[in-house]
């Protein structure tokens, strides 16, 4: 990605690939490496540089957008949103975001990781987020 932004992704992975570059932009501006205001590169900027095609960084984009996280403004490309995190979540969201990381611990699991493994993991990432 442009500037000192990375993320990578997986193209033989089980999570879909615009899926991956949306949650390692959504990542970034949450750890505060993407500060509003931030322009990205374009799509097919960005598409080049990862190697997939072009419309599978729209869908990332527009999942973004959808979210608050950006701003795309058409020709004069895509720029990161000043979105501040709610203070408390909603019950209903909190509840279906407890039952998808409750998931995709079981997933973990399921593929060999262990319990120690998942929780440093865990805490290393809640590290990273201001």
Known sequence: MAGNVQIQVVLDGPVPVYRQIADGIRLLC???????????????????????????????????????????????????????????????????????LRHLIAELQAKGFSKEWISREVHAALEGVQ
Not at 56 to 71: K, M, N, S
Request: proline share 4%.
């Open 30 to 100: 949450v750890a505060g490496r993407l500060a509003a205001g931030t322009k990205l590169p374009t799509v097919r900027e960005l598409a080049g540089d990862l190697g997939v095609h072009h419309n599978t960084v729209a869908q990332a984009y527009r999942l973004l957008e959808d979210e608050g996280w950006l701003r795309i403004a058409g020709r004069n490309g895509v720029v990161v949103q000043d979105r501040e995190r709610p203070a408390t979540p909603l019950k209903d969201v909190a509840k279906s975001e407890g039952q998808r």
